[in-house]
């Protein structure tokens, strides 16, 4: 087998490699050993270092080294044999390693509960001390890399890096919420927790960062918590709590069956809700379900309570359902298809608009504002009338009703139904509408 007359290597892998066993172990007292910047050879022989080389180029003598005396007997001078095992040490440091550490579960400082946390960074790191590394960490094998290493003391370097995350939240009574802040803090405590974990393999630890602590989502329980704080947190912007939250998707769920179910199920699941929301006091039912004088809201286009349409930005619209009224008498609650409230007694008089009940002096509506039957003239004769079409007040004489135009029947001054409000033939002597008696 042929002497070798040059050792050289020059890294050309893609991934980092941190030592390199030069193949051949044939060489002799002529060989030349050439070092890189940031390299460093060690020569091994029968077990035992030889010699160290930093960058340059060494002829392997002995000279160089007066070990080959002791191992092998060889003189001064002359191309003299012997066996050994070349090592070069890539001295340079990568600084962009990542790591990261999940399931780690702390008793977190702001929300006094645990919580599911998991971190990840950069550190860097330098072979210091060239034969520890290889005695500790290398071993026998022929190359080794950037994964190498990191496979090799992930173990032990996870729990030291969760170690110090936990005791360092749990001294300084920093939470999750306020950790953003002190992110280089915990990464200096951290670096100094690490160091003499690397220096006992020959390595010194160079950077070490901390660049986020978040909730680990790899478990369904961390997932639970996570939707948790995102709930909160939107809550907190919108200024409502999670007892309203719960309130408002229930009547959603009622609502949308209002509308998409079919015979009395649907009513039935609404005005359920619509007790809910206006039981709860002075809690979210009792300001979002009571406006103006404990009459409910009712949103254009879904038709009155008192089963009547009204004309809204599309035309005439035309009624879709039943709904609960406020009494404008006692504020007790009666369903919009009953004429008189089943509690004091006292007729139902519904906002053309609305439906919601006012009394028979009102001017306007008191939830919704629309104009009203005028009041009676002090003669007791009314002096105004509604359209026959829509219910809109319209003066008397009018031919065509200034909300729908629809065209109207013409009645004198004085034949105006007193209980509705419809417009009567001065012939006919019942009301064409509810039959009351003129």
Not at 57 to 83: A, M, V
Not at 348 to 357: A, E, K, Q
Not at 401 to 419: F, H, L, Y
Request: glycine share 10%; hydrophobic share 35%; aromatic share 8%.
């Amino acid at each position: 087998m042929a002497l070798i007359d040059c050792a050289v290597w020059k890294p050309e892998s893609s991934e980092f490699v941190l030592a390199y066993r030069y193949p051949e172990t044939n060489l002799s007292t002529y060989t030349q050993l050439i070092v890189y910047e940031s390299q460093e050879a060690l020569l091994f022989s029968k077990g035992q270092l030889m010699g160290k080389f930093g960058p340059g180029k060494h002829t392997l003598d002995t000279e160089n080294l007066p070990l080959l005396r002791t191992l092998f007997g060889i003189p001064f001078g002359g191309k003299n044999p012997f066996t050994a095992e070349i090592w070069i040490v890539n001295k340079l440091y990568p600084a962009n390693l990542s790591w990261d550490v999940t399931n780690m579960t702390i008793h977190d400082a702001d929300y006094q509960t645990m919580l599911p946390l998991q971190a990840l960074g950069q550190y860097g790191l330098l072979v210091s001390e060239s034969e520890k590394f290889m005695l500790k960490m290398v071993g026998t094998k022929e190359i080794f890399t950037e994964s190498d290493m990191l496979s090799q003391a992930y173990g032990e370097f996870s729990v030291k890096v969760k170690s110090a995350i936990i005791q360092f939240m749990a001294n300084q009574q920093v939470g999750f919420k306020r950790i953003s802040a002190h992110l280089d803090s915990l990464s200096q405590y951290i670096k100094q927790t690490l160091q003499p974990f690397w220096e006992e393999y020959g390595l010194t630890l160079t950077k070490f960062y901390v660049t986020d602590i978040t909730i680990d989502t790899s478990t369904p329980e961390g997932r639970k918590v996570s939707e948790a704080l995102a709930s909160q947190a939107s809550m907190s912007i919108t200024g409502h709590s999670w007892q309203q939250e719960q309130m408002f998707g229930v009547a959603n769920n009622a609502v949308d069956q209002m509308g998409g179910a079919a015979g009395g199920n649907g009513l039935l699941a609404g005005i359920m809700a619509m007790n809910m929301m206006g039981g709860f006091g002075n809690g979210v039912g009792s300001g979002m379900m009571q406006p103006h004088n404990g009459q409910p809201t009712f949103a254009p286009g879904q038709g009155d309570a008192a089963g009547q349409g009204h004309m809204g930005a599309g035309g005439y619209q035309q009624p879709q359902a039943v709904r609960e009224v406020y009494c404008a008498n006692c504020s007790k609650k009666h369903l919009s298809t009953e004429h008189f409230c089943p509690h004091c007694g006292n007729e139902y008089n519904p906002c053309p608009r609305c439906g919601s009940d006012n009394l028979k002096t009102a001017k306007r509506c008191v939830s919704c504002g629309t104009p009203l039957q005028q009041a009676q003239a002090s003669t007791g004769t009314p002096i105004g009338g509604k359209c026959s079409s829509c219910g809109t007040p319209i003066q008397p004489g009018m031919a065509f009703c200034p909300n729908c135009g629809a065209k109207q029947q013409q009645v004198s001054v004085g034949n105006v139904c007193p209980r509705c409000g419809a417009a009567v033939p001065i012939t006919s002597h019942f009301c064409p509408k509810c039959g009351n008696k003129i």
